[in-house]
């Protein structure tokens, strides 16, 4: 090729060269990654016949290697605007549309695409990538499908596939998928950590503990396998082994931010006298309540504490900053995120203090309740729930049904709020909805719902939830902060919770060592909610009848 470039090239500098010889001079400077000079060849030839499609498909392609993806998008939206009917021209802009994150134009590009050539594995991937990015992952599985029956040699669609079923909880399809993939690739990283992650999910636990380790064996340090691993550990109540692992959630590729990163880590109680430390939250805000109650232990340990935390909590949190039994300030301060800080020696994120504590099951510091409702507010709404009563005091029960929407797991954890209805119509009770905002399909049953009270635009602040709980005699809802909320107050909380169910409820029992108040009700049968709430139900009558 490189004497092919030098017999051309002078040709080709010539004013008078032609389209024919100009092409074939582009594409050797293509083949030569000599990319600027192929580009202005290219050019060239497409001056003397505008519109040429071999020629334009290849100068769009060459302005992609050389990182001019805007430039070369262009170039294709053009041809595909003049009327080019063409499939390579289509799926190179459906390529970079998506690159570009504009999905619908991409889904709209690929439409056409199929008109041309409808068994085009590689363009019902991407159809399927864009659904995916668009949150619509059950068309993009029926896309990916497709794409695996026309190309069913290609793993990287099958192991795609694979990732979509995981995400839909088709957690036996998800393996039987990645199995084929490692089947064809013994050696594929990826795969054993979606294997391990859909052994979790089935709950078999040694053998999605092996998987991890298979990936940790195949790439030292594999954050994701770590992870994964952490969590299996976690849930089996083997913490000595998994917080260390679990530090590994900063490292993956799909990982959030650190803040604070130009402050010292903290070390340790050993390194507390006397130093401020800076605890910051990630994750949800559930995540954040469980594990504020380690502020108090590092305040305990001598060190002056920045709790900082999501706008929502910092009232509730500052509960923290002012001991319940004599009133007088702690060592802890409490900050929304966004707001000036006072100066640290040392950072941590909340979720890395049971290692730093060398916590396990049966050193969790639980308290019975570690944080409190606001006093004004607790009694306004002690107030409210007693206006216009008469007779004797009823049964108050909080319902939760669904937490943030966006949540990975929240397929699994959220309810439609029909499945309550069971609970509804006892006599002496009254329920209370304890959410912000509902779902549509919750909303619209709400209104035929008249047991069922709902607070709503009453619960702007955590604060509120936290003064009306105040006054409940139970809540029972799905694994949300709400729940989390319940069990920090010291409020009977019944947590229901799905078959293969977050790791900080362990396994195979009906309490929880993070809160005292709670009660565990689990599925039996993935996706069967309707077996919990006929216990829940028996429960609430006995629990009535008991209170007489």
């Known amino acids: 090729m490189e004497a092919a470039h030098a017999i051309l090239q002078p040709l080709a500098q010539q004013v008078d060269a032609d389209f024919n010889l100009l092409h074939l001079a582009g594409a050797v400077a293509a083949g030569l990654q000599l990319h600027a000079q192929a580009i202005g060849l290219y050019r060239r030839a497409l001056a003397l016949t505008p519109g040429e499609l071999a020629v334009s498909y290849k100068l769009g392609r060459v302005l992609y290697e050389a990182g001019l993806h805007q430039e070369a998008l262009s170039l294709y939206l053009q041809l595909i605007a003049a009327g080019v009917q063409h499939a390579d021209i289509f799926h190179a802009a459906a390529l970079l549309l998506q690159q570009f994150n504009r999905h619908e134009e991409a889904l709209q590009t690929l439409e056409h695409l199929f008109r041309l050539a409808p068994q085009n594995a590689d363009a019902w991937h991407l159809h399927a990538i864009s659904l995916g990015r668009l949150q619509r992952p059950g068309e993009a599985l029926q896309s990916m499908q497709k794409a695996v029956a026309l190309a069913p040699a290609q793993t990287v669609y099958r192991f795609d596939l694979a990732l979509l079923q995981h995400?839909?909880?088709?957690?036996?399809?998800?393996?039987?998928?990645?199995?084929?993939?490692?089947?064809?690739?013994?050696?594929?990283?990826?795969?054993?950590?979606?294997?391990?992650?859909?052994?979790?999910?089935?709950?078999?636990?040694?053998?999605?503990?092996?998987?991890?380790?298979?990936?940790?064996?195949?790439?030292?340090?594999?954050?994701?396998?770590?992870?994964?691993?952490?969590?299996?550990?976690?849930?089996?109540?083997?913490?000595?082994?998994?917080?260390?692992?679990?530090?590994?959630?900063?490292?993956?590729?799909?990982?959030?931010?650190?803040?604070?990163?130009?402050?010292?880590?903290?070390?340790?109680?050993?390194?507390?006298?006397?130093?401020?430390?800076?605890?910051?939250?990630?994750?949800?805000?559930?995540?954040?309540?469980?594990?504020?109650?380690?502020?108090?232990?590092?305040?305990?340990?001598?060190?002056?504490?920045?709790?900082?935390?999501?706008?929502?909590?910092?009232?509730?949190?500052?509960?923290?900053?002012?001991?319940?039994?004599?009133?007088?300030?702690?060592?802890?301060?409490?900050?929304?995120?966004?707001?000036?800080?006072?100066?640290?020696?040392?950072?941590?994120?909340?979720?890395?203090?049971?290692?730093?504590?060398?916590?396990?099951?049966?050193?969790?510091?639980?308290?019975?309740?570690?944080?409190?409702?606001?006093?004004?507010?607790?009694?306004?709404?002690?107030?409210?729930?007693?206006?216009?009563?008469?007779?004797?005091?009823?049964?108050?029960?909080?319902?939760?049904?669904?937490?943030?929407?966006?949540?990975?797991?929240?397929?699994?954890?959220?309810?439609?709020?029909?499945?309550?209805?069971?609970?509804?119509?006892?006599?002496?009770?009254?329920?209370?909805?304890?959410?912000?905002?509902?779902?549509?399909?919750?909303?619209?049953?709400?209104?035929?719902?008249?047991?069922?009270?709902?607070?709503?635009?009453?619960?702007?602040?955590?604060?509120?939830?936290?003064?009306?709980?105040?006054?409940?005699?139970?809540?029972?809802?799905?694994?949300?902060?709400?729940?989390?909320?319940?069990?920090?107050?010291?409020v009977p909380v019944w947590i229901l919770l799905s078959y293969a169910a977050d790791w900080r409820w362990l396994l195979e029992r009906d309490d929880s060592p993070w809160y005292a108040s709670a009660r565990l009700f689990r599925q039996t049968t993935a996706g069967n909610w309707d077996a919990v709430m006929v216990r829940v139900r028996a429960e609430l009558s006995a629990l009535k009848q008991a209170a007489g």
């Open 167 to 490: 995400e839909l909880h088709l957690n036996e399809e998800a393996l039987a998928s990645v199995d084929q993939v490692l089947a064809q690739e013994p050696d594929f990283g990826d795969g054993w950590v979606c294997r391990a992650a859909s052994l979790g999910r089935l709950r078999r636990y040694e053998e999605s503990i092996a998987a991890a380790r298979k990936a940790l064996s195949l790439r030292a340090g594999y954050a994701d396998a770590s992870v994964n691993l952490a969590l299996t550990l976690l849930a089996l109540g083997r913490f000595d082994e998994a917080w260390p692992l679990y530090e590994a959630r900063w490292q993956g590729e799909l990982a959030d931010p650190q803040r604070h990163g130009d402050v010292a880590r903290w070390p340790g109680a050993h390194a507390a006298a006397g130093k401020t430390v800076l605890l910051w939250a990630e994750q949800g805000l559930g995540d954040t309540i469980q594990f504020s109650r380690y502020a108090q232990q590092v305040a305990a340990s001598g060190a002056n504490v920045v709790l900082e935390v999501h706008a929502a909590l910092k009232t509730l949190l500052q509960a923290l900053e002012t001991d319940p039994d004599s009133g007088e300030p702690t060592r802890i301060i409490v900050k929304a995120i966004g707001e000036a800080l006072p100066a640290a020696d040392y950072q941590l994120p909340l979720m890395s203090l049971p290692l730093m504590f060398g916590t396990r099951p049966d050193t969790i510091p639980s308290p019975q309740a570690y944080l409190r409702a606001g006093a004004h507010a607790q009694q306004r709404w002690a107030q409210l729930l007693e206006q216009g009563r008469e007779g004797g005091r009823p049964l108050r029960v909080g319902i939760v049904c669904s937490g943030n929407a966006g949540n990975h797991n929240d397929r699994r954890r959220s309810i439609p709020l029909q499945a309550f209805a069971p609970l509804l119509d006892m006599a002496n009770a009254e329920f209370f909805l304890l959410q912000p905002e509902l779902r549509r399909r919750d909303a619209d049953w709400l209104e035929t719902a008249p047991a069922l009270q709902w607070p709503g635009r009453e619960l702007q602040d955590f604060d509120d939830t936290a003064a009306l709980i105040a006054n409940l005699d139970l809540v029972i809802g799905v694994d949300t902060a709400a729940v989390h909320l319940a069990g920090a107050l010291g």
